[in-house]
């Protein structure tokens, strides 16, 4: 069995899982992943693009290339104030004060909480959960008294300036974070707003430009003065490989995002994988 990856680590879209604040716990899949591939002896080359030269002798080809970010189309979409939404997580892009976000799916509020968390928690685990600046903080915003000190392990919630000002924005006329998880999107929707998101559904986008981004909301135009507008308008499959492999007649099949890019479907993922190998 080889391993292919692209990056210098193995992990794809849990990497950017990972670095959002109240899911650091991810680092951890990674490193069991890491862990087994080292047990079963499974051959990693990192940091490689895989070829259909490099795949031709072998029997069997399964492609989890993952996905790439949707750009939307409209004027200004490659203003200098545009960023994709991978760059800022991982860091490579810096983000101003006043935000616009492009799409309020799960990625959308994802980027929201990462740019208005107002802790120092670099995606690490400390060297225990009472001492974790990330669930430090969950504690202190939903006021939550660790110690049980006080009655009903209850204390008054902190309200910390958030370090930007963000508009979360969709096309849809629906609720903004209408399609989260039944059991948790209450809690996020509640955490931006205490944060001073604020959410625009039925938004039309016009253009971007110096002045900012230009939308109309019920037909009103508006124009959001922004220092950064960042795109999380979806993503499509990563097909390259797969159409160089077809060009070669070698056979594969497709399996994650590389198969349906939806969200960042991780158990839909490991699902698919682990019954493909079983397959075969």
């Known amino acids: 069995m080889t391993l292919y990856d692209a990056s210098p680590a193995i992990g794809g879209q849990f990497n950017l899982a990972r670095r959002i604040p109240g899911k650091e716990e991810f680092t951890e899949t990674l490193?069991?992943?890491?862990?087994r591939l080292a047990a079963f002896g499974v051959e990693r080359r990192l940091s490689r693009?895989?070829?259909?030269?490099?795949?031709?002798?072998a029997d069997a080809v399964i492609v989890a290339t993952g996905v790439v970010p949707r750009q939307p189309a409209f004027d200004g979409i490659t203003h200098p104030s545009v960023a994709s939404y991978v760059d800022v997580i991982e860091g490579r892009r810096e983000v101003g004060r006043n935000v616009a976000i492009i799409g309020a799916g799960g990625i959308g509020f994802d980027?929201?909480?990462?740019l208005t968390h107002s802790g120092g928690d670099d995606g690490h685990a400390s060297d225990g959960a009472l001492h974790d600046p990330a669930i430090t903080m969950f504690r202190d915003e939903w006021g939550i008294d660790a110690t049980y000190?006080?009655?009903?392990?209850?204390?008054?919630?902190?309200?910390?300036a958030p370090p930007r000002n963000v508009w979360l924005l969709q096309r849809k006329s629906t609720k903004v974070g209408d399609g989260l998880a039944k059991t948790t999107g209450w809690i996020?929707?509640?955490?931006?707003?205490?944060?001073?998101v604020k959410m625009l559904s039925g938004v039309s986008y016009e253009r971007i430009d110096d002045d900012g981004l230009h939308i109309r909301v019920d037909e009103v135009p508006q124009t959001l003065a922004v220092d950064t507008i960042v795109v999380c308008a979806g993503q499509e499959p990563r097909r390259d490989?797969?159409?160089?492999?077809?060009?070669?007649?070698?056979?594969f099949t497709l399996i994650g995002g590389a198969d349906v890019a939806v969200e960042l479907d991780a158990k839909r993922a490991i699902d698919q994988g682990t019954r493909v190998a079983l397959a075969l």
């Not at 490193?31 to 862990?35: I, L």
């Not at 996020?188 to 944060?195: A, C, F, G, I, N």
């Not at 490989?241 to 056979?251: H, R």
Request: no cysteine.
């Open 31 to 35: 490193r069991y992943f890491d862990q």
């Open 49 to 57: 693009h895989a070829t259909a030269d490099d795949l031709r002798d």
């Open 111 to 114: 980027v929201a909480e990462f």
């Open 149 to 160: 000190a006080l009655p009903g392990g209850l204390k008054a919630a902190a309200e910390p």
């Open 188 to 196: 996020r929707r509640t955490l931006l707003r205490r944060r001073g």
């Open 241 to 251: 490989l797969a159409q160089a492999l077809e060009a070669a007649g070698i056979p």
